[in-house]
DNA sequence: AACTCGGGGTT
DNA sequence: AACCCAGAGTT
């Protein structure tokens, strides 16, 4: 028995079962692949329910607002994901007819789809040899061959995709698959498994007992933390909300306005009724906000705040809690909605 | 090549 | 607290 051979009957065996791994619809097989970029499997799983329910296939995605798809991927984070995977829809249908593309050149002009996602699409919808390199595989592989590529560059993926294809045999998608899972169930970046694993005879650094010491992988730089006050402004039972600019983090996601603590100085002595929140604290990737909620009850439109009232619908307004509900609002803002529930307000 | 872009699970 | 996750797009 190969390699391919010991690992796909491993995973014949031991694969999760997944709402995805029940077709090789292509739609249905995009729309997973996109929503799993960054994000395990058991977070997604809800979201892809709901999501394949209501958008069933390319036409449904395509004829449907940016708003709804936002909406519904609220609090799955990179909402960039939904503005492309939406985009593709409609590109799908205007240049392919409605049908994806099985060439490779013609999948990555998809928006939302790069060189991992296409593969997986080509492999696990198609049957095509192609490879599909996540964090995943590229762990497995370079504890394999001992790869001291560091596996946070772009310039290593070439090294890893020869080597997944010098190893693929078999159907594609199952291979591909089965790599992922080994990754995620035995070869894990910490505390991997190593005794029971399938592939174990192939492993050098096993061999070697050095296991722990791949992927080599360059540290972050730690997020930096930025502090603002957090504008709840209530009138007769709504809240003013914004949406936020096109570009730059939670980008066309509504929220509240934030302000500095220079800015807030000058405000708060003008205002009457305030009443501060509890603090809530939210990390990204490279950012760490520190927001201080402050809930401010106004009657008409109140001149001393930094806020332009008179803006159109689409940009800002006063919403209802069931408004707010229906709009998409990431993470961070549904912090602040909590506190205010908290509170009791 | 480096930076940006969320949120949550694991250890 | 650190690390990672079925990465892609922009600069």
């Not at 497995?140 to 290593?156: C, I, N, P, T, W």
């Not at 010098?166 to 991997?192: I, W």
């Not at 009138?235 to 096109?246: D, I, L, T």
């Amino acid at each position: 028995m190969d390699f391919a051979d010991r690992l796909c009957s491993w995973f014949s065996e031991n694969m999760r079962d997944m709402p995805w791994r029940h077709t090789r619809d292509p739609y249905s097989i995009w729309v997973s692949e996109i929503m799993l970029q960054q994000t395990q499997v058991d977070t997604v799983i809800p979201y892809y329910e709901r999501f394949m329910k209501r958008f069933p296939s390319v036409e449904a995605l395509a004829r449907a607002s940016l708003e709804e798809v936002l909406a519904l991927w609220q609090g799955l984070g990179y909402y960039k994901r939904a503005e492309n995977l939406h985009r593709g829809a409609r590109y799908i249908m205007e240049q392919h007819g409605g049908h994806f593309p099985v060439d490779p050149a013609a999948l990555r002009k998809i928006p939302g789809i790069g060189a991992y996602t296409a593969g997986a699409v080509l492999s696990i919808a198609f049957g095509i040899p192609a490879p599909a390199v996540d964090g995943n595989v590229m762990r497995v592989l370079s504890r394999l061959f001992l790869m001291e590529q560091d596996v946070g560059q772009a310039k290593s993926r070439p090294a890893f995709e020869e080597k997944v294809m010098s190893l693929l045999k078999g159907d594609p998608g199952v291979f591909n698959q089965a790599m992922m899972e080994l990754g995620a169930l035995v070869c894990t970046p910490r505390k991997p498994d190593c005794p029971v694993c399938p592939v174990n005879g192939f492993c050098q650094a096993y061999k070697r007992n050095t296991v722990e010491q791949y992927p080599v992988k360059a540290g972050r730089p730690k997020p930096v933390t930025e502090r603002y006050r957090v504008l709840v402004i209530c009138r007769s039972g709504s809240y003013w909300m914004e949406k936020r600019p096109g570009e730059g983090l939670l980008a066309g996601l509504w929220g509240f306005p934030l302000i500095g603590e220079e800015q807030w100085r000058l405000v708060e002595p003008m205002l009457e009724k305030k009443r501060i929140l509890k603090r809530v604290c939210h990390v990204f990737t490279h950012r760490r906000w520190e927001l201080e909620p402050v809930l401010i009850e106004v009657s008409e439109s109140c001149g001393t705040l930094p806020i332009d009232f008179s803006v159109p619908a689409d940009l800002g307004g006063f919403q209802t809690p069931e408004q707010m509900q229906r709009l998409p609002v990431p993470t961070v803002f549904r912090k602040v909605i909590r506190q205010l529930d908290d509170a009791g307000a």
